[in-house]
């Protein structure tokens, strides 16, 4: 299957991705009016209950770099959308889309996930307008 | 060189993956449509419940209601569904067209009051019933398994990963329980509706992530397999600590042909509270 059906059939999915996450409201950890998409290089990736999380160095224009914490849906979702514990590896970099944080630390609810190579990832967020969450 | 018969070949190995990821694609979105608030109803069609287990995108099977060889409708296997689920609202998508839910006036102002950290399933302690089963994914393991069980366990895949048992072997509730998270529940047959009773709860879950239980609750679970495929839960919520009258209401569940119940160890890496700023971080 070439790049153009992968992208086509991921575009095609993305609704799915929608099924909401049932481990904590939304509303009481992240800020949808503060969406975010940053790029950088993986530093760790948690395996975890209750949601897997991933962490990328992100460099702002000034050169100083944040370390931005992304959580993900829970090992069962991911699982069962073709997601491995190697499918994300320390130093991969990533275009990350998703949700702020309301306290303003450096973590948000992934919305979307893409390798440098164009590659999109399943992501699952239960942020209310789901299907407007913009994609990198 | 390419010939262009494997061209062709590729093309409409290209063309089915297409049209499989448009089905795929397509149950969610409709399962999510009956999502809305309000919808009410307890339609089959339009009253799915996902949660966190979701993402399976197996096809429900047809058939026929399957049999113990006693004649008892067999209930095992993988579900989802069957309950108000893990998101707040999801015990007024269960009601019927028209009903509302009879909360009492200190229970209503307990609820408002109640802050994002009360949510016991996001502090990974259990849901209580009945907003388990349904989430995620569970499994109803009947024993023995070749005649009318004495004993059927519900294994939740999440959240927490635990289990529920309810004695069908004829035995009455104590009289001295003391108050649990899931209750005490003893299950008969009528017809082929498996009902389980359950009292002897606790207060400190909630019925759907929002509204209260009070240890007064009792609740009764009919539980009727429509086909191979389908189970409905019809739930009547007796409360008199919380809700004026008792009420009831209605979830769909169904079967995951090829699926598993998988760990979920919620506490292992819990950072609830840190994002939405109630927990500085470490």
Aim: hydrophobic share 35%.
């Amino acid at each position: 299957m070439n790049r153009k059906v992968l992208a086509l059939a991921a575009v095609l999915l993305l609704p799915s991705s929608a099924a909401v996450g049932a481990h904590h409201g939304f509303s009481s950890e992240y800020d949808e009016k503060k969406p975010v998409t940053l790029t950088g290089a993986v530093s760790k990736i948690e395996w975890t209950n209750p949601h897997a999380r991933f962490y990328i160095d992100v460099k702002d224009a000034s050169g100083k770099v944040t370390n931005w914490n992304f959580e993900l849906a829970s090992l069962n979702s991911l699982r069962r959308n073709g997601w491995t514990q190697f499918t994300l590896k320390v130093g991969d970099v990533v275009t990350a889309s998703g949700y702020a944080a309301l306290s303003g630390v450096p973590m948000a609810n992934a919305s979307s996930v893409r390798l440098a190579d164009g590659t999109r990832l399943f992501a699952e967020t239960n942020a209310p307008s789901v299907q407007q969450t913009p994609q990198p | 060189m390419t010939s262009r018969k494997a061209q062709g070949t590729r093309l409409k190995v290209q063309v089915t993956t297409l049209a499989v990821c448009l089905v795929a694609a397509a149950i969610p979105i409709a399962a999510q449509q009956g999502q809305a608030p309000g919808g009410g109803g307890s339609e089959l069609s339009t009253n799915v419940n996902l949660g966190g287990g979701s993402g399976w995108r197996g096809t429900v099977p047809s058939g026929p209601v399957p049999r113990l060889p006693d004649g008892t409708v067999d209930l095992a296997g993988v579900w989802q569904g069957g309950g108000p689920g893990g998101s707040n609202g999801g015990l007024e998508r269960g009601l019927a067209k028209g009903e509302t839910i009879p909360i009492l006036p200190a229970a209503k102002a307990a609820m408002a009051a109640r802050g994002p950290l009360d949510n016991t399933e996001a502090l990974c302690l259990p849901a209580g019933v009945p907003r388990v089963p349904s989430a995620y994914p569970w499994r109803m393991v009947q024993t023995p398994t070749h005649r009318k069980a004495t004993h059927i366990f519900i294994l939740f895949e999440a959240n927490i990963h635990t289990f529920r048992q309810i004695f069908m072997d004829g035995r009455k509730h104590p009289a001295d329980l003391d108050p649990s998270w899931y209750g005490h529940s003893i299950g008969w047959f009528e017809g082929d509706t498996l009902v389980i009773d359950t009292v002897g709860f606790n207060d400190r879950h909630t019925l759907d992530g929002n509204y209260p239980g009070t240890t007064q609750k009792h609740i009764i679970e009919r539980w009727t397999r429509k086909d191979l495929g389908h189970m409905v839960n019809e739930i009547t919520i007796d409360d008199p600590g919380a809700y004026s009258r008792p009420f009831k209401v209605t979830y769909p569940a169904t079967l995951r042909v090829g699926d598993e119940i998988m760990e979920y160890i919620c506490n292992e890496n819990n950072q609830i509270g840190i994002a939405g700023g109630y927990i500085k971080p470490q």
